[in-house]
């Protein structure tokens, strides 16, 4: 099956870049898929072996879904592998370019209800938030 492959640069350095990529305080203010949507908890216990756990929903209430998985492996500051509560298998790689640069890239195992694309866009939205988070913060 073909995966979603997907990478960022941030102006930002690895050490700074990983702190908000993997702390509940942080990741409930950038995870979201655009400005309707809400991460209105995350709640990580971040070891392998430990479990996450973002309640996402719309911010009108309509609807809301659990992402939950478990921590397989971790290399602080280099690389995380966790694997949905459905199963999937989703890898992100932290690489320092220089002193202030960093690049993001993931490798991501895409569920079989929605299209690859919008899939795809979706991850790469999430992303980007993240991106501007990292810059603004």
């Known amino acids: 099956m073909e ?11 690895a050490s700074k ?12 203010k950038w995870n979201v898929v655009d400005n ?11 070891r392998e072996g430990g479990e996450f756990k973002n309640t996402m929903s719309l911010k009108d209430g309509s609807y809301s879904f659990d ?3 478990t921590f397989e492996s971790i290399v602080p500051g280099q690389k995380i592998i966790y694997r ?7 890898v992100v790689d932290f690489e320092t370019i220089d002193p202030t ?3 993001i890239s993931q490798d991501i195992e895409p569920d079989k209800l929605n ?10 939205n999430i992303l ?10």
């Open 101 to 103: 640069t960093t690049r």
């Open 115 to 124: 299209s690859f694309e919008s899939q795809r866009q979706e991850y790469y």
């Open 36 to 46: 309707r949507w809400k991460c209105g908890a995350s709640n990580v216990d971040f």
């Open 67 to 69: 992402y939950a998985g």
């Open 128 to 137: 980007n938030n993240f991106h501007k988070y990292v810059e603004n913060h």
């Open 84 to 90: 949905t509560k459905d199963g999937r298998t989703v």
């Open 17 to 28: 870049v990983w702190e908000l990529y993997t702390q509940s305080a942080h990741i409930a």
């Open 3 to 13: 995966t979603i492959k997907i990478d960022i640069t941030i102006l930002a350095p």
